[in-house]
């Protein structure tokens, strides 16, 4: 199903002859049925993880996570999100490759979590599953 959103489409323009840039923000009031979406989650959650594997120490959901979505051609931030209780989030974008930066969002260094690459296409919402590490050992 299509978004009634505007997608958002940062660029950078060189503004004088000195050099100087602005970063200016496109809207586009065409409907955008393209994004990323995704599940977070936290492991390990027990000290030692037992053999077989005890269902109590899976990986959890990681709840309010601060998602940042940069365009991966120009490092600017295009989208932000924060996961729901059950560690999913998704964010409308227009087509384009993307780096998607999950983070506590009390600004805590854990979990620490990995960095994805994502390749939106017209149409299409691309799925990904971002591990984050609890530290736990």
């Not at 050099?19 to 049925?33: F, G, K, R």
């Not at 390990?44 to 309010?64: G, I, L, M, S, W």
């Not at 490759?97 to 999950?102: A, G, M, R």
């Not at 390749?119 to 050992?137: E, L, M």
Request: aromatic share 6%; with cysteine; glycine share 6%.
């Amino acid at each position: 199903t299509g978004s009634t959103l505007p997608a958002r489409q940062a660029l950078m323009i060189p503004a004088t002859p000195t050099n100087e840039s602005v970063i200016v923000v496109v809207e586009s009031t065409v409907p955008v049925a393209s994004g990323v979406t995704g599940y977070i989650h936290v492991g390990p959650t027990c000290p030692v993880e037992p053999f077989p594997p005890d269902p109590n120490c899976a990986d959890k959901p990681f709840a309010n996570a601060k998602v940042i979505i940069r365009s991966k051609a120009n490092g600017f931030i295009v989208g932000q999100a924060v996961s729901d209780v059950n560690g999913h989030f998704r964010v409308t974008l227009i087509a384009d490759t993307y780096t998607i930066d999950v983070s506590s969002a009390n600004g805590s260094s854990l979990p620490r979590c990995e960095t994805k690459k994502a390749t939106v296409k017209s149409d299409q919402f691309t799925s990904v599953d971002v591990s984050c590490d609890s530290g736990i050992r």
